[in-house]
């Protein structure tokens, strides 16, 4: 796999860590999988990364401990938690940043959007829109569906389209969410995913998960994370907190009285 490395890290509180936690953040970095997971032993992982293994412990230590002067609160801005995978880690906020384009990813897809229309409309072709945006489709991220065919749209020629109006956001993001760093891409996040599962998020039950969200607004980038690793549409506090119900941990695909929680 692969992770994005932002430059910010370089003016982040990450860099008053000492030199082999900084290299074992960065290598946990490089072999987590899509999911931010890192799975291993403490033996397996400090083999992999290269590091003895007391040295090891001590750097996971100090990437699990709060950090008060991280750029993102999320779990008091501890960097890794224990995983729910498997023995191993995760990286709490992976989930995040890897969904957040770039300027220069945005720069690029955008040129060879262009250079496709261009081919494609040379002889004016009136059907050569349409053709352009099924193309479109196998150079574009999941991710990004939702821009590409908005941008698509856009450079229709007038005489097939008029102009559509600009659809506004039908959900508004509460206040308590104006602190925390990432939390909007978390929550585009989460609806794409949706998509993905062919169970789009209406306006009305992105304003029902932005009111749950805002009950704990320091551990929502968490929950949204959690949502798109399981493939859950929605969540309880309850599943995220690890309540239990008869011994079992609660989840959107467990049944009380014979009936699912989650549809």
Not at 225 to 254: H, V, Y
Request: proline share 4%.
């Amino acid at each position: 796999m692969y992770a994005k490395l932002f430059s910010r890290i370089a003016q982040s509180s990450l860099m008053e860590e000492d030199i082999e936690t900084r290299y074992c953040f960065m290598m946990l970095l490089a072999i987590a999988d899509s999911g931010g997971d890192v799975i291993g032993t403490d033996v397996a992982l400090a083999r992999t990364v290269n590091l003895p293994l007391d040295t090891f412990k001590r750097c996971i230590v100090a990437l699990m401990a709060p950090d008060p002067d991280s750029n993102s609160q999320v779990n008091e801005g501890r960097r890794i938690m224990p995983s729910e995978s498997g023995r191993g880690y995760l990286l709490v906020n992976y989930a995040t940043y890897r969904s957040i384009k770039t300027a220069e990813e945005k720069k690029a897809y955008m040129r060879e959007y262009m250079q496709r229309r261009r081919k494609l409309l040379k002889d004016k072709d009136v059907t050569a829109v349409n053709v352009c945006k099924t193309a479109l489709s196998d150079v574009t991220h999941a991710e990004g569906e939702g821009e590409a065919e908005g941008e698509a749209e856009a450079f229709q020629p007038k005489e097939h389209t008029a102009p559509a109006a600009h659809k506004k956001r039908g959900y508004a993001i509460p206040e308590c969410f104006a602190g925390v760093d990432g939390f909007t891409e978390a929550l585009q996040g989460w609806i794409d995913s949706r998509k993905q599962l062919r169970k789009p998020a209406t306006d009305h039950a992105v304003q029902l998960m932005l009111g749950k969200l805002s009950q704990k607004p320091g551990r929502a980038i968490a929950a949204l994370n959690k949502c798109i690793l399981s493939g859950w549409q929605g969540f309880e506090w309850a599943w995220m907190d690890g309540d239990r119900n008869n011994g079992a941990t609660l989840s959107p695909f467990d049944t009380q009285g014979g009936k699912r929680l989650m549809q």
